[in-house]
């Protein structure tokens, strides 16, 4: 017996073409910030409704793309739109209570699936923000200790495992999910922007000014408002000020934790200008102590790299011929205008990949390529045990050339005689 085709079922919905996600690391003011933006006459925040987790459950990076190929090879359909489909339930659902407004969600995890969002969403803009690491790792440790909860209690049973109790854990929770997002937001730049969160709340006004002009929305003032008085993240069961006594607990912290935290989180913070050089070299010294000269994060040798570069840039004129006690790295030959020599330096211009036998090799490689046109010696963090081991070189330097800079981070000598 023949049975005839059920009728198709349609029904009209209203569907937000460009929805907002607000992505960035546990406590890092996501919800603060997306139900700030939820204030304004433009937007309404889902913030409350996790469904964000069941997508990375039911259609995550695990699981959508296996099911929708399957579903692809026996249906006749495209990854793509049952990816694109899914994402028009979701935002049905979402319109049919934001009144018409764009609406927003903003969970720390969708970090991992925002280019599964994306697509989801072709339309949907993204706001990242990003939080000083030391404010985020000490705020993450805090609530877990105070609240007592589990890493699942505060995003969902679906988050990627493990419970950041340790120190070193957290930094590296932070460090790669804002790795994550960060590679999303240079892989989108026109759909994703990035917001620090210690401008956020040193300016609200001009962050919030940033963002509106990214979304094509009018300036209002009551998200402002709102996110000067509203707590860190208030999906936890109690409000936590937005500028907390402890959002910078570094100088609280001892060396053992600052060297962890150094080595773990110090390279992308200042990767993602979270920092400037000056301050990470501070941090390194902070971590390693007075006396210590063993011990380097990650990061340390590319610090004192800028710091020889910045004092050649201030003490050595454009043009001029510098040699640089290298051990061979291309990096330090980087000083801008100025032409830059490996020391030693073989007859074809390059490092010889050893070091001189005594104080009277290098002496002499030094006058010989001085007689060739250097006219500067650098010797950087890397390369000042020469001025222990190489004695009779020291005092070669010190008696026939002029001192221009030296400190526990370099030397800076002008190869000509100062009398």
Known sequence: MMHEPAPARTSRVSICPDPLFVIGSPRSGTTSLARALGEHSHFWTAADLDVMRHVRAFGGVGAVAPVSKGEAKRRDFEQD???????????????????????????????????????????????HILRDARGAVGSLLSTLKTTGLGREALWGRDRVPGTPRQFRDACVTWKSEVQAAMEFAEAHPGRC??????????????????????????????????????????????????????????????????????????????????????????????????????????????????????????????????????????????????????????????????????????????????????EYLVIPQSGLWWLEHYRGFREHLQTQYSYLHGDEHMTLYRLENPG
């Open 81 to 127: 739109e049952f990816v694109r489909f899914l994402g028009d339930c979701m935002s049905a659902l979402f319109t049919g209570r934001s009144g018409g407004r764009r609406w927003i969600v903003a969970k720390p995890y969708t970090v991992y699936f925002a280019d599964l969002l994306a697509g989801m969403f072709p339309d949907a803009s993204f706001v």
């Open 193 to 374: 922007l990035t917001v620090q969160y210690e401008e956020l709340v040193a300016d609200a006004g001009e962050a919030f000014g940033a963002i509106y002009r990214f979304l094509g929305v009018p300036p209002e003032e009551r998200p402002i408002d709102c996110i000067r008085s509203q707590g860190v993240n208030s999906s936890l069961p109690y409000r936590m000020p937005m500028v907390e006594g402890t959002s910078n607990p570094w100088q609280a912290w001892g060396r053992e934790r600052k060297r962890t935290f150094m080595e773990e989180a110090g390279e992308a913070l200042l990767r993602y200008g979270v920092v400037a050089e000056a301050e990470a070299l501070q941090m390194e010294e902070d971590a390693r102590g007075a006396a210590e000269n063993t011990w380097s994060s990650p990061v340390g040798h590319e610090l004192y790299v800028w710091y020889a570069r910045e004092a050649v840039k201030r003490e050595v004129p454009q043009g001029a011929v510098v040699l640089v006690v290298s051990k061979g790295d291309e990096r330090l030959l980087e000083l801008g205008d100025r032409e830059a020599w490996h020391f030693p330096r073989d007859e074809d211009g390059e490092y010889p990949g050893y070091y001189p036998a005594d104080s009277e090799e290098a002496i002499d490689q030094l006058e010989r390529l001085r007689a060739q046109g250097a």
